[in-house]
Nanobody, 115 residues
Framework: QVQFVESGGGLVQPGGSLRLSCAAS????????MGWYRQAPGKQRDLVAT???????NYADSVKGRFTISRDNAKNTVYLQMNSLKPEDTAVYYC?????????WGQGTQVTVSS
């Protein structure tokens, strides 16, 4: 069984910042890639950023230069620093972890960017 603890979502004004975190525990070892997707109302779930165990990163074009993904392998935790937030970043953000056999998803955290 896998458990996730996600935190850091909330309401922020345009131009503001938020930091999401997602800690995985349980039967998820060894962990490979980790990352974040997001889903806005009425839209599909889209990739935001990924990070390999060796810390190679990949970002959606829409967040490059504004978002930074990082991880702490000792804590099985992935982070997403989000700066210069825009209203179009509003969505539920889901973390995920890959193991050798499965992909596991967090429960999601709401991010709302609005004045």
């Amino acid at each position: 069984q896998v458990q996730f603890v996600e935190s850091g979502g909330g309401l922020v004004q345009p131009g503001g910042s938020l930091r999401l975190s997602c800690a995985a525990s349980g039967s998820v070892f060894p962990i490979g890639a980790m990352g974040w997707y997001r889903q806005a109302p009425g839209k599909q779930r889209d990739l935001v950023a990924t990070i390999t165990r060796g810390s190679s990163t990949n970002y959606a074009d829409s967040v490059k230069g504004r978002f930074t993904i990082s991880r702490d392998n000792a804590k099985n935790t992935v982070y997403l620093q989000m700066n210069s937030l825009k209203p179009e970043d509003t969505a539920v953000y889901y973390c995920y972890v890959n193991t050798n056999t499965n992909t596991y998803w967090g429960q999601g955290t709401q991010v709302t960017v609005s004045s």
